[in-house]
Nanobody, 121 residues
Framework: QVQLVESGGGLVQPGGSLRLSCAAS?????????MGWYRQAPGKLRELVAV???????NYAHSVKGRFTISRDNAKNTVYLQMNSVKSEDTAVYYC??????????????WGQGTQVTVSS
């Protein structure tokens, strides 16, 4: 069973920075699954924040583009989300996700337990 463990969340002031980490139990995951960061704020639906494909292509939600960066360290089996210039609207529980889709069929979908990010003065 694939396990994903998020860390790095906490309290940060507006305009500050934070780096989230997602440690995977199996590094081979990165070669077959897209790795993504999602977030869910109180009273809102879960939304995709950033994703990195096995080939290294990245995509971001418009609301975080230019401020957040998703990256990957294959040697450490870890995916990161660098959060810069954070805003109060970024407050949410952030989840790491691994997803594999082949010929429009979902073959794998794994989630971490989440890490809380609170942006406040």
């Amino acid at each position: 069973q694939v396990q994903l463990v998020e860390s790095g969340g906490g309290l940060v002031q507006p305009g500050g920075s934070l780096r989230l980490s997602c440690a995977a139990s199996d590094g081979r995951l990165f070669g077959t699954h897209a790795m993504g960061w999602y977030r869910q704020a109180p009273g809102k639906l879960r939304e995709l924040v950033a994703v990195i494909t096995p080939g290294g292509t990245t995509n971001y939600a418009h609301s975080v583009k230019g401020r957040f960066t998703i990256s990957r360290d294959n040697a450490k089996n870890t995916v990161y989300l660098q959060m810069n210039s954070v805003k109060s609207e970024d407050t949410a529980v952030y989840y790491c996700n691994a997803k594999r889709v082949v010929f429009s069929t979902q073959l794998g979908d794994y989630w971490g337990q989440g890490t809380q990010v609170t942006v406040s003065s």
